[in-house]
């Protein structure tokens, strides 16, 4: 298990919904769409960091990770009390409990049981809400755990049951006089 298997695993699962229409690794793309590669709304990006890693034996290691979701959703519909179109701007809302319901809990092949543990609202500005979802989940790394493979010996090797070999003396510590 590794860092990139759990995102693919988790680009996957998000993936899954529907209402969702590009699912990426974050880089701040919604910081800057002049420079990005154009990608239709919803979006979700997906960050993964830590600031604890517990070594577990054998070089292999406990990521306790934060899996942050940037959800960014594109409306011109306004938010405002009483506005005739307010059910479409927060059907925003709609898709972050969609996404909580599929990851609140889950554990994959490639980490453990997530649990959410924040959620923040993000500046963009333009016609864009967008929140951060964070939960935290444990990675096991067996990165660098040292690889062994298994050999077949042929060609008449074994083992025999045979006599206890004879020890020789050990005049080391004697002192002759």
């Known amino acids: 298990m ?4 759990t995102y693919i695993e988790l680009a996957e699962i998000v993936s899954t919904l529907p209402a969702v229409k590009w699912v990426d690794l974050w880089s701040n793309q919604t910081d800057m769409f002049d ?5 239709p709304f919803p979006a979700v990006f997906i960050e993964i960091n830590s600031d604890n ?5 054998e070089l292999a290691q406990d990521i ?9 959703y594109e409306t011109l519909a306004e938010t ?13 809302f709609d898709l972050l409990t969609e996404l909580h319901k599929l990851l609140h809990g889950v554990n994959g092949e490639n980490f453990g ?9 993000e500046q963009t500005g333009d016609n864009i ?3 951060e979802m964070t939960y935290n989940t444990v990675i096991r790394d067996y990165s660098a755990v040292k690889q062994y493979e ?13 006599e206890k070999p004879e020890q020789p003396t050990n005049n080391f510590f004697q002192i002759e006089l």
Request: proline fraction near 2%; glycine fraction near 10%; hydrophobic fraction near 40%.
């Open 53 to 57: 890693i517990e070594s577990i034996g």
């Open 35 to 39: 420079m990005e590669l154009p990608f």
């Open 80 to 92: 405002y009390k009483g506005s005739y179109n307010q059910n479409t701007a927060l059907a925003f």
């Open 113 to 121: 049981e997530m649990n959410r543990v924040s959620l923040r609202a």
């Open 129 to 131: 809400i967008q929140y």
């Open 64 to 72: 306790n990770a934060f899996v942050t979701l940037h959800v960014a």
């Open 150 to 162: 298994q050999e077949t010996v042929s060609g008449g090797l074994g083992v025999e049951q045979g």
């Open 2 to 5: 590794n860092i990139k298997k």
